[in-house]
């Protein structure tokens, strides 16, 4: 018998609306746990969803401005008359205890919307007709998007942010390092930025066939494979084992179209198995998801996140992600998009970079924040926007194509929250499908 029968709390759902009509400033906590579905009674509902509506009127919400709206809305009946709602202040002496009662009602509203999805998850695997995979993949979604509409937030004291900042900088006075973030392994733009750092949004722009791809492949190894520091990497453009073909090359120097074809040199195999075992040895995750929903793309980066402990996620790239509101015009999709990964990326506390396509006078001059494709959100969102910009390869000569060195690219680092702005001098070396400093090509064959 109980167990058919949803669990609620009525007492801490009749005192949290006892609370509420005590304190006008009590709401200021409940908001940020209750809405007026999470009430197990229909009545405790519309009674929070009147006490809401004048607080958004700037009306305090007491017995008789509540009964006065309630009477006006042809509700009052329904929730018990006047002296339902006027029993409700007798159930606690003061709103003190405002949190826990709606912590307390928050909670049992997520234990029967977990029933909820169980149920369906029951269902439909009765039913041969669904996909597993697709029945897993709704149904993690809906837990994570449980979860996210679930966040809470406090205001804190200065004094507070000023205690926790000092000690950073004590840190930092400490071990006096240039690097305070994720090394991109380039020491020119680390310099600049000091790395990647924890919570912020970075865009990598470029149009195509400028090395996007193999730009955030070789940050992505030098993080994973040589700093041993867990990386993610969301291929939405290519599939894992392109991209595994991709970075086996440039890991192991071995051209990439030799690999691709079959026809490279006996003498890179043991090139090709050193590649092998240092990349199978790397914390580096590869999500393949063509058509990948941002839903999808959260829920699979919390799961890093909390499963393999993931420091920093690449997207290749941005404009392939599809967003949930499909009927929304695609500059409007985008900018949603874009809000959603900064908003992530704080969430995670860790930088999530992704790439975005620029438009086509980028290839005339100069890119600038407004070259970005699509939307003009995502400058806004993003902390740190660099562009890869110089000649594509089927512009160059003939005698610039067979160079041996590779192909100069200028990395520039258009805006910066936090920092300073620059250009980066590097050289991709194609046939590696690899990236390099500049002033580092002593280190290329």
């Keep these: 018998m109980n167990q058919s ?33 999470d009430f197990y009674s229909r009545a405790n509902g519309k009674i929070y969803e009147v006490i809401l509506d004048l607080f958004r009127k700037d009306v305090e919400a007491d017995i008789l401005t509540v009964t006065r709206e309630l009477r006006q809305n042809g509700k009052l009946d329904e929730v018990g008359g006047p002296g339902y709602v006027a029993s409700l202040t007798n159930l ?14 928050q909670s049992y509203a997520l234990r029967r919307a977990l029933i909820r999805i169980s149920n369906e998850v029951i269902v439909k695997s009765y039913d041969e007709s669904q996909e597993t ?3 897993l993949e709704e149904t993690q979604q ?17 004094g507070e942010i000023v205690r926790e900042t000092i000690d950073v900088i004590e840190r930092l006075y400490q071990s006096k390092k240039n690097l305070t973030g994720i090394p991109s392994g380039f020491d020119d733009l680390d310099q600049l930025t000091a790395g990647f750092q924890p919570a912020e949004l970075i865009i990598i722009g470029a149009r195509p066939s400028m090395g996007k791809t193999a730009l955030a492949l070789t940050m992505a190894s030098h993080i994973s494979i040589k700093q041993k520091i867990p990386t993610g990497f969301f291929t939405l453009e290519m599939s894992d084992r392109a991209l595994m ?50 839903l999808d793309l959260q829920a699979q980066a919390r ?4 499963q393999e402990r993931v420091e920093i996620i690449f997207i290749d790239y941005l404009t392939l992600i599809t967003s949930d509101n499909f009927r929304l ?29 620029l438009t086509r006078e980028a290839e005339k001059e ?5 070259s970005i494709r699509e939307s003009g959100a995502i400058e806004q969102d993003a902390d740190v926007v660099m562009f890869l910009h110089g000649k594509r390869e089927s512009d160059r000569d003939p005698a610039e194509r067979t160079n041996e060195e590779g192909i100069e690219r200028d990395l520039i680092l258009a805006k910066q929250r936090n920092g300073p702005v620059g250009t980066v001098n590097l050289l991709m070396l194609s046939k590696y499908a690899k990236f390099v400093s500049l002033a580092r090509t002593a280190d290329a064959p």
Excluded: W
């Design 142 to 158: 809906k837990i994570f998007a449980l979860g996210e509409s679930r966040q809470t937030f406090r205001y804190k004291k200065a």
């Design 366 to 370: 100069k890119p600038s924040l407004a």
């Design 329 to 357: 015009p695609r500059h409007e999709q985008i900018a949603e998009i874009s809000r959603s990964l900064k908003s992530l990326a704080r969430e995670l506390n860790i930088p999530i970079v992704a790439l975005s396509q």
């Design 133 to 135: 995979r697709i029945i």
């Design 5 to 37: 029968i949803p669990p609620h709390d009525p007492v801490a759902e009749q005192a949290t609306l006892g609370a509420l009509l005590q304190d006008k400033y009590a709401i200021a906590t409940a908001i940020q746990y209750l809405r007026a579905e």
């Design 92 to 105: 606690v002496p003061s709103s003190a205890n405002i949190e826990y009662y709606a912590q307390t009602v």
């Design 245 to 294: 073909l991709r970075l086996i090359a440039s890991e192991g120097r071995i051209n990439a179209n030799a690999i691709r074809t079959g026809f490279f040199q006996e003498s890179d195999f043991q090139k090709l198995m050193e590649a092998a075992g240092n990349i199978y040895d790397a914390p580096l995750y590869i999500v393949d998801m063509p058509n990948m929903k941002l």
């Design 303 to 306: 799961l890093l996140r909390s």
